[in-house]
């Protein structure tokens, strides 16, 4: 008798630790799949404004440097903190750095500083953005990891 | 000895009226008690219809209330009215009063349950059963299977996701220097404040001798936003490195001026 006891708050303890543990992953998964969203709508903006405005030889794209054009204008609130914590930032890349290709480009990344260091996303859940965005690979491809192990997404125009 | 009281009864339990009453007899010996009991029992069935008597019998330690119906005494426990009546022999009632019969048994009679519906009063067809023993098992072993399958399943879902290949690290291996005058001349050889630029949005790495570690990135309007860290020094792929708790990859000094971390070339200012 004991042992029935025993297993049926056995059951609905763990049932409860299931809920918890499966509404933890849930969250986790909108939050998920909402950075991806993100870094998704910079690429697009950033790829249809290179469209407009530039060509593959271009100057990357910098006030200084091509003054004739339009600088970039995303609608993205930047100063708004991710879902995952932190802010997103973005940022022209020299040709220097973004060799070997002379395209511009712009990387799109996650800040994590004070007031907003409560990064919140593991290298596991940053594998499934790459996966869902890039090639899966946090070392290769656009989508790495970089300063402080925070995500940036490398942004060219499109061939 | 066993006090008793009546009701509605009289004094040799021959007869039974309403005008009665109740009234005590004051103590009598368990003989007395059942002579008195057999009285009872042989009473009159229209006095006892229409007079409703009944016997309180009382020791120290139990109270009990005796009827009659169709010649059968019946024993009723006052402090437990939602229990059944039982139906014994007078000397079965004296021994439930007196407590030998508790005594010899292991099980209190009360608990106990009716095979029928009583169809009188007093339930005249009732008796009595002994109270089922306390199951072994609550529930069945189809229940019980379904509930481990339950368990199973429930803990494979909570630990699963530990069970899954973790991602390949995106830094390489890197092995600690633990000799401590070759970390004091490393640390000093390697501190100072690198930059990847001068402009708001150009990043740093600030190396201490006393191995505090700083990440920062330049601002426009503000001060540089701050990383705080530590480090230590060691080997990774057989260079010289530099790794620190949270910072997501190694730090490769390339000569005395130059540092590689994340992709992007740090210069030394300092």
């Known amino acids: 008798m004991m042992l029935d006891v025993l297993l049926v708050v056995a059951v609905v303890l763990l049932a409860l630790v299931a809920g918890a543990v499966a509404l933890h992953r849930q969250n986790q998964q909108k939050i998920i799949t909402q950075v991806a969203r993100d870094f998704t709508r910079f690429k697009t903006e950033f790829q249809d404004y290179l469209g407009k405005t530039a060509s593959p030889s271009d100057h990357p794209v910098a006030d200084t440097e091509a003054p004739r054009k339009p600088p970039f204008r995303s609608t993205f609130q930047w100063s708004a903190p991710t879902p995952a914590g932190g802010i997103y930032r973005w940022e022209h890349i020299e040709n220097s750095t973004a060799a070997p290709s002379i395209r511009p480009a712009l990387r799109a990344r996650i800040t994590a500083f004070a007031p907003h260091q409560n990064f919140t996303l593991s290298t596991a859940d940053l594998t499934e953005i790459d996966r869902q965005i890039d090639d899966g690979n946090l070392v290769t491809g656009a989508f790495r990891t970089g300063f402080a192990g925070w995500p940036e997404l490398t942004i060219r125009a499109r061939p | ?270």
């Open chain 2, 1 to 270: 000895m066993i006090r008793i009281t009546i009701s509605n009864l009289a004094r040799d339990a021959g007869s039974a009226s309403a005008d009665l009453g109740r009234r005590s007899l004051g103590e009598l010996s368990n003989e007395g008690t059942i002579a008195l009991l057999e009285k009872f029992r042989a009473l009159d069935p229209v006095e006892n219809l229409e007079a409703e008597p009944e016997i309180v019998l009382e020791t120290r330690l139990n109270k009990f209330v005796i009827r009659t119906i169709q010649q059968r005494l019946y024993l009723y426990n006052p402090r437990r009215i939602d229990e059944p009546a039982l139906k014994l022999s007078a000397e079965q009632i004296v021994a439930e009063v007196d407590g030998t019969a508790a005594a010899a048994r292991t099980r209190a009679p009360f608990p106990a349950r009716q095979d029928s519906t009583p169809t009188g009063e007093f339930g005249d067809q009732a008796h009595l059963l002994p109270a089922p023993a306390p199951p072994e098992n609550l529930l069945e072993s189809s229940h019980r299977l379904a509930l481990a399958a339950a368990l199973v399943g429930l803990s494979g879902y909570v630990v699963y996701p530990a069970l899954l290949p973790m991602p390949a690290d995106p830094a390489p291996p890197f092995e600690a220097i633990h000799d401590v005058g070759q970390i004091e001349k490393l640390h000093s050889q390697v501190a100072g404040v690198y930059v990847t630029g001068n402009n708001p949005g150009d990043r740093g790495i600030a190396l201490a001798e006393d191995g505090t570690l700083k990440l920062f990135e330049l601002n426009a309007d503000s001060s540089p936003s701050l990383l705080q860290s530590t480090f230590q020094v060691g080997r990774s792929a057989g260079a010289f490195a530099v790794s620190g708790r949270q910072i997501g990859g190694l730090i490769l000094p390339l000569g005395k001026t130059t540092l590689r971390y994340a992709g992007e070339t740090y210069r030394r200012v300092e």
